[in-house]
């Protein structure tokens, strides 16, 4: 199982990027996938997750302003984020597993290399 991350890069303060995520076919079917992000001197979290059954879930900060999607016929997923913010600086991870704990997945946890997000004020 391989998770490849991509699309990070610096911002201003209120612009926007995309992240994507590509996983091998089985993965992508079989298990919930999420995004977690770990800012300097802290503990990586999750953002964002599509569950098994296709539920989102997004951590509190985000509502609104991130959107978590999946492209099934490129094994893609990815995270639009609008609105961006310096607090958002931080490395994203795109991971997978059984379920989306808050500090990582659950059962057998894939983590992808992470990506930099930076914004500027």
């Known amino acids: 199982v391989q998770l490849q991350a991509s699309g990070g890069g610096l911002v201003q303060a209120g612009g926007s990027l995309r992240l994507s995520c590509k996983a091998s076919?089985?993965?992508?079917?079989?298990?919930?996938m999420g995004w977690y992000r770990q800012a300097p001197g802290e503990e990586r979290d999750l953002v964002a997750g599509?569950?098994?059954?296709?539920?989102?879930k997004y951590r509190e900060s985000v509502k609104g302003r991130f959107t978590i999607s999946k492209d099934s016929a490129k094994n893609t997923m990815y995270l639009q984020m609008n609105s961006l913010k310096p607090e958002d600086t931080a490395v994203y991870y795109c991971?997978?597993?059984?379920?989306?704990?808050?500090?990582?997945?659950?059962?057998?946890?894939?983590w992808g290399r992470g990506t930099q997000v930076t914004v500027s004020s």
């Open positions: 991971a997978s597993g059984a379920g989306l704990g808050n500090k990582g997945p659950w059962g057998e946890a894939v």
């Open positions: 076919a089985l993965s992508f079917r079989a298990n919930a």
């Open positions: 599509i569950l098994i059954n296709g539920g989102t």
